[in-house]
């Protein structure tokens, strides 16, 4: 979600990078889960996230909306899906015992908790959110290791890449709205939907292999088509 903020009101007004030291080691979080908990639908899932858990749980897109994973909500005049927090406002897939039962599928958000990512000049660093974590006095930990990710500058190059096509969209839907074109706006909303969490973007052949090199070429093309597509909308 695309959020226009002074991030000296978010955070202590410090940034970093990947290989920066961060004071985020919540030491595994000690019967905690209090941000698995009440979260609303901000916990907004790109097309890796639901890639991973698609293929790490073997689950269509179609079986995780039906069984309540996930859901479907508008954010910045696109249809995404989000973590969907169910009974007791617990996230979906937060066990009995408290815990993440998709540890090392979990999203972009979820990693890099505590931390947020703020966006300028086409890159993105990270902050520290002011008072979201509970835990006092975390360690301080690598970010590239607290983050966890498998290839972290490829899913970086992806991360800017989408982050400049919603905003491109959104700018395009303002647009089309200011001259009275805005029935294209549902139309490109159903088309990012299906071409980036519905359809499956590696074939179940090539998902044997589960290559998150070919997961990159992939969408990085797809989101370079999706702007030619979109740039002749409306
Ligand atoms: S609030 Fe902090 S300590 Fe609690 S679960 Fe979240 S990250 Fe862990
Ligand atoms: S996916 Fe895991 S880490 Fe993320 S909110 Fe759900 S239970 Fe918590």
Request: hydrophobic share 35%.
């Amino acid at each position: 979600m695309i959020r226009e903020v002074s991030l000296n009101d978010i955070s202590d007004g410090r940034t970093y990078t990947e290989n920066d030291m961060v004071k985020a080691d919540t030491a595994g979080c000690e019967g905690c889960h209090k941000c698995c908990t009440g979260m609303g639908c901000s916990i907004v899932l790109d097309p890796y996230d639901v890639w991973q858990i698609k293929n790490g749980l073997g689950k269509s897109f179609q079986e995780l909306l039906n069984d309540g994973s996930i859901e479907l909500n508008m954010v910045d005049g696109l249809i995404l899906p989000n973590l969907k927090m169910g009974e007791d406002e617990r996230c979906a897939f937060l066990n009995e015992e408290g815990r993440c039962s998709i540890h090392s599928l979990r999203p972009g958000i979820c990693r890099i908790f505590p931390l947020g990512r703020i966006y300028e000049n086409g890159d993105y660093r990270y902050f520290l959110q002011k008072d979201q974590c509970v835990k006092e006095n975390r360690a301080k930990i690598k970010l590239k290791k607290w983050i966890d990710i498998g290839n972290i500058s490829e899913n970086r190059r992806f991360i800017n890449e989408w982050h400049s096509f919603i905003k491109m969209v959104g700018e395009k839907n303002i647009n089309l709205r200011n001259s009275g074109r805005g029935e294209s706006i549902n139309d490109i909303a159903m088309y990012v939907l299906n071409e980036f969490f519905v359809s499956e973007l590696i074939t179940e052949e090539q998902s044997k292999v589960v290559d998150e090199g070919l997961f990159y070429m992939i969408i990085m093309n797809k989101i370079d088509k999706a702007s030619k597509v979109i740039d002749t909308l409306g």
